[in-house]
């Protein structure tokens, strides 16, 4: 919008007209408001002292500019990288793509130090807004608010532009099941029905959920319209790396027995398989396990043990040392029995956690393909490795190797080995999040769009 100047014409030979200024000769004019909008910029199309909220037609967001706690932030089919500006962006048609559960971010303009010297915001105790925990970039140091989308155009003071249908899917919870069989191409996610920023089921809550909707609640507490209670159980085989590196106490684990009997990185190698399996006990409970330890040699440990049956294991897991040099080779030739003794009706995966270096199994892993071929055609075997800690990039590559050549394996129908994965944790808190994220459902990045002004 522009100032509009007057419309009086100055007579020749004359400085100025006569009377007032006026900018337009027609009778009851009407007045527009001034406000714009804080993401596009444009006028209220309400008259000047207009009740309620305001209302435009919306353009492009070249307020705003993206944020997100990842390097890349996709809405729809557009890609964006933080810092980048909205401009290419309308504010009704963006949030039609950002879709079901997506947030609004803002500066925090509420946030203040406490007397303990911990931050604080208490916007939390308004509805649809939170104090948020994650680190956008850019700037990731700068506090910032999160907003439902209803709890945003409400901020403004601007009229919703979205459609009642939109602004219904973009209550609800954005967390989906993680299962195999949504992931095959044109299956659509099963999306958690509760809504957006709901309070985690317990375990107790969870049961009456599910008994009056049915359905499946997940292990972080989201509950799905979908069961799996046909789904392919899992022989799931650890690969424990006991070298003596294992023995460092640069990490211990938080939770008991072993902070006391192993207070240092195989203790936390331990507490993550422990944590896996109670995890796994929930979902899966027709699921196997075999534990097996490697330094130089492999100590075979409990084999094909029913996954409820797995407090049986931990004396075994206990009696463990760190001691001696490592050998990926003979840590993968010692699962080929353990996968030739797994029932068809399993699938199998192996769960393998190192901290040190060594060459590439090249031929026992080409081995242990060949098995699971014979055995079970057309269903690969499913690899996850897991560098812990990762201090350097050295040892990683090894683990990616392997991880890949297992991939490779999968054909393109077979979800469950696809997943194979190689994956890197800092600290004993992320490897036992590393080691149970399976189990948990999962979400798309964070991010959005936040206003530059």
Known sequence: GVRKGCCKVVPPKSRQHEG??????????????????????????????HSGEHDTRHGNMRRTYFVSDEDVFQVGSRKYAPAESGVAEMCNMYCHRAGRGHTHVKLCTNYSRGRSGQQCCNISAMPGRRHSTRQYKPNPDIPKDEFTHEAFWESTGFKDPCSNEDKEIFSKCNHFCPHDSHMKDGEQPSFCTLPLWHPA????????????????????????????RGSQPVHTIFLIDKSSSMGRQDVKPETRPWRSSHPNRLGCALAAVQSFVEKRQHSSPVDRISLLAFDKEVRNG???????????????????????????????????????????????????????????????????????????????????????????NSGSAVLSQMAQAARSRATSEDCFAKASSSMRSVDNISLQETFVGIADSLSSAAGGLIAAV
């Open 20 to 49: 007032e200024h006026i900018h337009s000769s027609t009778e009851n004019l009407v007045h527009y408001c001034n406000l714009k909008c804080p993401t596009c910029g444009y006028y209220c199309t309400l008259p000047w002292e």
């Open 201 to 228: 089921l317990s375990d107790q809550e969870g049961k009456a959920y599910v008994a009056q909707h049915g359905g499946i609640v997940s292990l972080d507490g989201h509950h799905f319209s979908c069961t799996h």
């Open 302 to 392: 409990p084999t094909m043990v029913p996954i409820s049956q797995f407090n049986t294991c931990l004396q075994w897991l206990q009696g463990l040392n760190a001691q001696h040099g490592t050998s990926f080779a003979r840590a993968m030739a010692a699962t080929i029995p353990l996968v030739q003794q797994t029932s068809v009706e399993h699938r199998s995966m192996v769960m393998f956690l190192s901290d040190g270096h060594d060459a590439f199994p090249q031929e026992d892993l080409n081995k242990l393909f060949a098995t699971i071929a014979r055995r079970t055609p057309g269903k690969a075997i499913r690899l996850h490795t897991v560098q812990f800690p990762a201090k350097d």
